[in-house]
């Protein structure tokens, strides 16, 4: 009988341990980034003299919008970003969605291309919640690629 031998076992990353850049600078910490996806439509062809079947071909490609949470604070710099949109400014940004170990060090970063806010917004405020005021940004962005994946 033949040997079965996994091709690896190492612990998965902790999904707690990232930082978000954009423009190749680190600008601050969150708690939540939800939304990375892809997905691609299965198109459906047939020729008449093909079986009784369609055959799937790939379509287009689509991308999830990206959603940033954190505590809010005096830094307004989410809010200058979606603030520029509003006002007609085309501000369109890089940013990388970059995994650590639990060392610290980089494993794996997501780059997303011009990435624009579509929304941003604040938590609701509660006179007897002891909860932290988080703000929202969620981005639309048109492609995903990887730098590294270790």
């Known amino acids: ?7 690896h076992n190492p612990d998965p990353y902790s999904g707690y341990n990232f930082y ?4 190749g600078i680190i600008h601050a910490g969150f708690r939540d980034v939800t939304g990375l996806s892809s997905t691609q439509a ?9 079986p009784l079947t369609k055959r799937k071909i ?44 639990d060392t610290g060090v980089e494993k794996i970063r997501w780059n ?19 909860d932290a005021a988080v703000e929202t940004l969620e981005f639309a962005h048109e492609g995903i690629t990887v730098d590294k994946w270790s």
């Open 58 to 101: 790939p379509g287009l490609v689509s991308y999830g919008n990206v959603t940033l949470k954190r505590g809010m604070t005096n830094n307004d710099e989410l809010w200058k970003w979606r603030q520029s949109l509003m006002k007609g400014v085309a501000d369109r940004r890089e940013v990388s969605i970059v995994l650590l170990d």
């Open 42 to 50: 299965a198109g459906e062809y047939r020729e008449g003299t093909d």
């Open 112 to 130: 997303l291309t011009n990435c624009w806010p579509v929304t941003w917004s604040s938590s609701d405020f509660n006179a007897v919640s002891d």
């Open 20 to 23: 978000v850049e954009w423009n």
């Open 1 to 7: 009988m033949p040997s079965t031998k996994p091709l």
